[in-house]
């Protein structure tokens, strides 16, 4: 069975047409091009027999078209597939695969104006925010990993204490088929990161993309798939959270998980079932604290840029600011003089683009409500934008909040921030604990020592000092979230391990006609065995000696 989607984005001055195809249960191919090359100007053609899910623009509320919505049997037979491509994949050595990794890379080079269409046209995001946030970050991990990966995963010599006729080795394996199910916020990087974190440590892959952002993952299906070579390595599974859950219970080697706590709970138990391991990136409520001694202009131009880039719709937006009462005037001034400036809008001069996902604006809308009935007040912002089509929030400035509130309280991810006044750096660092998320954090101090002894402090994965968001920017910068922001690290060698399983490898090596702890069991060994305890583990040479007495 195969069905064409044709989707139309008018984007700039270039109309683009994407052609999908999609063939049985997975999405196997996309063409690219534009109308005039092609002469298509068809309606969107989608099997009739198949439920499907349909993309918006929301910038606009239109339609972009629609995906297939796949079921657990389709995610079965893309599973089988997936199997065959791991063993070929896997036979390779580390080097062969960067080299096909590399080639990924040179083909997104190639496409990123058409890949920046197709995630603004999803997402309502801003270009730059695409390119820099999405495709350089992913062109980055590529060569962090392609210049550091091989020794990350290189077999390892361990230490065999009293054994030194034996060879110890740890050496790390990949877990198979790796289960990459992603959000709508960063519908690029964050199934880019996995995908080629896991391709990199030998597994292959299947990505389920968020239903509110499919055609990015089916353009990331595409690049892997037109480079060709490493057919079904990389393979598409659309659909919502039914078909997530069957790609849990498949049988997969491992999720990585990328969403909210509440699905990621359900995700953990359902893996839970068949011990399936999880990597589990989840929500945020990031503190910042602003010390008295802190740079004011920076804190609020960093705290202005933290909480509104990408609509707030970041994991590790600013969500909640504690500040010194004696600088708490002067901040909140700047910062209502900031955000007065910020532009909304799709062009290349503006600062921020639509939301995303319109139950998030309705979150957005409640968490301000109940905040003004428990006393917050709105100093700028508070509304949808008037006369605007789509998904269009202002970004919106409140103080007067307190820690009875959801939007001190439960993850906002829209352009909002709340402003607390504190008594001082502890107080501050009370409150930012005071959360059951623990993904970003950031503290603004002109101190060093104190900057770092709080970001020791932070219940945090990450902690920025004196900046905000940029750590995941850094691929060698292990990140993940405690609490119930998450479970295990994406980056740096750590996250390259996360998708590969240790095997301990013991050797002997002296071929010795039997071990002393074979059978039959010498007499006497257990009073030499307290004797060899003694001499290797007493302290002080004259208590060691008196080991070998009688
Ligand atoms: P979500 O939890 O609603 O959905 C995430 C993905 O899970 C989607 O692909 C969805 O289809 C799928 N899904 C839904 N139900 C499922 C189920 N029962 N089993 C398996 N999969 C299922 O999250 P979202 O709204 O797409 O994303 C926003 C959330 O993601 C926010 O909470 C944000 O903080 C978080 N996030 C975390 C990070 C991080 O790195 N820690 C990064 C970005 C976003």
Redesign the pocket.
Known sequence: MCAFLLLRLDLADVEHWLQFSLSGSTITRMTITSSAQSGVDRPNQVDPLRPDIETIDPRTGDSLGFVADMTADDVARVLERAQVAYQAWNGLSFAERRTHIYAVRDLLLDRAELLVDVITAETGKLRAEAVFAELMTACETIQYYGKTGERSLAPQKVDVGLMSHKRALRSYEPLGVIGV??????PFI?AMTPVITALFAGNSVIL?????TPLVGVAIGDLFADVGGHPDLVQVVT???V???A??RSGVGKIC????????K??MA?AAETLTPVLL????KDPMIVCADADLDRAAAGAVWGAFQNSGQ??MSVERVYVDKKVFDPFVEKVIERTAAIRQGVGAGDDIGSMT?AP?LDIVERHLADAEAKGATILIGGGRVPDRRGLWFEPTVLVDVDHSMQIMQD?T?GPVLPIMKVDDADHALRLANDSRYG?NSSVWTGDSAIGQALARGLEAGNVCVNDVIVSYAAPALP???VKE??IGR?HGPEGLREFSQVKSIMTDRLGLRREAWWFPLPKRLGTMGIRVMRLRHRRGLGRKLSALKP
Not at 281 to 284: A, Q, R
């Open positions: 199910i992603s959000p709508w916020n960063y964050l389920k993309p968020s239903e509110v659909g919502g959270g078909t997530g859950e790609l849990v998980f990328t969403g909210s706590v509440r699905t990621g359900r995700v359902a990136e989840l929500g945020g970041t994991c996902f998030q993850e991810f993904l990140f993940g979230g922001s998450g994406v």
